[in-house]
């Protein structure tokens, strides 16, 4: 990862360790060096109100003095079959790449953050800002990602999945995480000129919008959230998310993911 990616993954060791359910698929030289790598891992996918089963893909890669060898093509078939055998319903990745999955049943879901103005907002409640250099905050972050989380949303949402949230957290130093006490749950957001950007929500129950606004303390013109917004009591316009990557589904019926959706930014791999 380090290598191919210039990402250290050895920062979750600060936040309790890599998922326990990561299944690398890899090939190695007669040194022992890994020289092509792809990793599944489980997570549960809320999906128009129902837990779905699914595996994630990441960690995809092969050094390039290995590459058009056919090492990725068996590596993927490895993967897929495996997680096929295991009963997982749907397979999830995020790529740059798409044409490389499409023969595997793999297929690009249009993603949509969601804008508006901001509701009526009646000051209440107040926030605390996090911080992941403490380890208070990393343990109240961690209590509430593995244990205590109801999805963000009914319409898609990963559910369990609490490793790349603290670690998109890590990464990403514009992202704030405010923990609103009132509701025992964690906003992940950012604010840029106007805007207010919606990232996700950890908690035992999601508010509404317009607590989060007053509880954080935002009074500006637009609003962005980059999820289904359905349990928000708001109702921003689907707007197309412009990105460099593609989300990509395998194993959903075309007719499954009517409405416009977004996997939320901090749940990305
Ligand atoms: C992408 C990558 C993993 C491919 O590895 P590789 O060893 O060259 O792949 P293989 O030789 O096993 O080829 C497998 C198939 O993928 C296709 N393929 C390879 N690179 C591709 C690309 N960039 N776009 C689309 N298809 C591609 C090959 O044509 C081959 O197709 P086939 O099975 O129909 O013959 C490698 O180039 C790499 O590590 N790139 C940098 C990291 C990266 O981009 N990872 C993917 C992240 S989603």
Redesign the pocket.
Known sequence: MHD?FDIDVGIQDRFGGPDPTSMPFGYFDADGTCI?NFSAFSMSVIIEGRPVKAAGFQS???RPQ?????????LMNRAFSRCDAQGFELGL?L???P??YE?YGFRVVPQHKFVGSPPPIQPWTSARRLSLENADDIDLLKNLLFLNRVPVSERFAVASQAEMFLLNSFFDGDVRLDYLEAFDAVAAWKEDAGTVQLLDIAGRAIPLLGDILAALGVTHEDVEVCFPPDKLGWQGMPEVHASGTSLMIRGLPAESLVDPVMLSPMAEF
Request: glycine share 14%.
């Open positions: 191919t092509a995809g890669a092969v290995w590459r058009g060898r056919g090492l990725y093509r068996d990745l790529t740059d790449k044409a490389l023969p």
